[in-house]
């Protein structure tokens, strides 16, 4: 007689098992495991996930980015603290009911804004747009989240400056200028992704953090293998080689070789990006010249005429913080500082006569070592025999005591090649500096960490900023320059690594954690976007020339003076 078993018992087992992949999965995520242990938990977990799923099911592996995020050291109290209030100060509005037909998503051929007041107005004075976002029907939206930035220009005078966006959630929104110079002004409002778009944006953050992959070359004798590697890979039955730094305790892994050990890594390098990353209905809201950076036009008048001040009027008090502007192609910051032009070599080398400079972090700060070799020709490059655009590199001036140097960040960087030997962590070369007021550190460190939460980017910057505070307490007297991000052209494909939505987060991140420290932030966010060329990864000469010019000005500067308006 065939026995069977008690269904209670059955479901007993079943949940006895669930807890104890449940206590796996934790143990994974919260002890500080050595690579090989963790691999060991994998393997144990999948083989569970095996015995438990019918041969032929594929189980999605599912990521979120609190897993992405904290692989590694779990966060202090304090920093945990921190990370709350920052991603709360980015929280970003999106649609109340999602998978609804594209007809009824924003469409900037059918929104417009409306220039407030009347056709001519004051230096000193705030101009006010309303921008009223429409679906594809023509119908306005009842809903927020749209990422539209807004410019404020007059082409014969070589002027601009950003406009400040205020959402109202309800599918309206009000855009605040300051009137800073004389002239026709004309206004420029964009939408870069409707609010569905943005929607998709999140998901990849959270659900697709390996969305670019890397990888390393292994190498022992005549043996060669080659693996991916990421700050967090998916469970698989591949156990991990751990290469997290021992003084940032920044995380990093690779898949280890089948044949060779973790210690014959020689480099590292861009895999690719993932392909098929999103449905055919969410690609409906990634379309060129249908909503990726398509302007908004104005029902009515789109420009007015700046008078200058009058005697005894009143300043408006801006509830925002404007960088700068430009005029006649020039930036000038509203800080105060005093901006000077260095037009040729001389003016440059008798600026940085007796210094030191040192460029960390990505290629849009390694634009700022190329500018300035090319213009200076007594800087000569030595030959370290880098890779074209990898670095690092140096560049002296011998008979002028002049030190350049740039290097590149610690992974994750989308570099073709870099050796292991070479990838360093900026905060550890920043403890490595004596600093001094003949020191110029330059930092840039924001535009590979686009794919991944946010989370990543505030733990790097945490160290980062911890490195300055310890160079400054020795050494306060060094100038540290941290430049921002910047806006960049976008396509269908490229908006789901590098949007400028991605890049709008990073921004406000390093703002908002750089904020009191006695360091120069150099707004690029602002320099490219009140500037009429077309938005790049890296800018134009023009703007180049314009960051190189402020930077100079704080090494070399003439004194302080309140700006007048012009």
């Known amino acids: 007689m065939e026995r069977h ?26 002890e500080k495991l050595s690579g090989q242990v963790i691999a060991t938990f994998y393997q144990i977990q999948n083989s569970i996930h095996s015995a438990l799923n019918p041969p032929g099911i594929l189980w999605p592996v599912e990521l979120n980015h609190t897993y992405c995020a904290h692989f590694g050291q779990e966060p202090t109290a304090e920093e945990a603290k921190e990370e709350r209030y920052l991603l709360n100060s980015i929280a970003w509005p999106g649609p109340l009911v999602q998978g609804l037909p594209v007809e009824l998503s924003s469409d900037p051929s059918k929104s417009y804004f409306m220039i407030q007041g009347p056709a001519e107005q004051r230096i000193g004075g705030q101009l006010v747009v309303n921008v009223h976002v429409q679906n594809f029907l023509g119908l306005p939206k009842k809903h927020g989240g749209d990422f539209l930035i ?71 004798g005549f043996l060669s293998e080659t693996t991916v590697c990421n ?185 073709t090649s870099v050796l292991s030997s070479e990838l360093r962590y900026v905060a550890n070369e920043l403890d490595r500096i004596k600093g001094g007021s003949d020191t110029v550190v330059l930092v840039s460190v924001w535009s590979h960490f686009s794919t991944f939460p946010i989370e990543v980017y505030i733990r790097r910057l945490r160290h980062i900023r911890r490195a300055v505070v310890r160079l400054l307490n020795r050494a306060p007297a060094t100038l540290v320059v941290i430049r921002t991000a910047n806006l960049q052209k976008l396509d269908p494909e490229s908006s789901l690594f590098n949007s400028d939505w991605y890049s709008l987060q990073i921004d406000a991140v390093l703002h908002a954690m750089f904020r009191g420290l006695n360091v120069q932030l150099l707004d690029a966010w602002e320099m490219t976007l009140a500037h009429h060329l077309p938005h790049l990864l890296h800018p134009a000469p023009t703007i180049i020339k314009n960051m190189i010019d402020l930077v100079l000005s704080h090494v070399c500067p003439v004194g302080r003076k309140k700006m007048s308006n012009f």
């Not at 000569?380 to 880098?386: A, D, G, I, Q, T």
């Open 5 to 30: 078993v008690p269904r209670f018992v059955t479901a007993f087992f079943l949940l006895a098992l669930s807890g104890f992949i449940i206590l796996i999965c934790n143990i994974t995520s919260l």
């Open 150 to 220: 807004a410019r404020l220009h007059s082409p014969e005078l070589g002027a601009g400056v950003a406009g400040q966006v205020h959402d109202h959630q309800n599918g309206s929104y009000t855009v605040l200028f300051p009137l800073l110079w004389a002239g026709v002004v004309w206004v420029e409002i964009t939408m870069v992704h409707p609010s569905e778009a943005v929607v998709v944006l999140k998901r990849l953050q959270e659900e697709q953090p390996n969305r670019v992959f890397f990888k390393s070359l292994f190498r022992s």
């Open 231 to 415: 700050l967090c890979l998916p469970v698989n039955q591949q156990p991990l080689c751990n290469y997290t730094d021992p003084e940032t305790r920044e995380p990093w892994y690779c898949y280890k070789p089948k044949m060779l050990g973790c210690d014959t890594r020689i480099n590292h390098s861009k895999g690719g990006y993932k392909k098929n990353l999103i449905t055919e209905y969410e690609a409906q809201f990634f379309q060129s010249d249908v909503n990726i950076k398509v302007p908004i036009h104005a029902s009515g008048m789109d420009n007015v005429t700046v008078l200058p001040a009058e005697k005894g009027q009143a300043k408006v008090k801006y509830n925002y913080n404007v960088a700068g502007y430009y005029f006649h192609n020039s930036w000038r910051p509203l800080s105060g500082a005093i901006i000077q032009q260095f037009n040729d070599s001389s003016s440059i080398t008798h600026c940085l006569r007796g210094k030191i400079m040192y460029m960390f972090g990505d290629s849009t700060v390694r634009q700022w070592f190329e500018y300035l070799t090319a213009l200076v020709p007594e800087l000569k490059e030595f030959n370290l025999h880098s890779p074209k655009n990898v670095g690092p590199f140096m560049a002296v001036d011998s008979r002028n005591n002049i030190l350049l140097s740039y290097r590149c960040h610690g992974p994750p960087i989308r570099f």
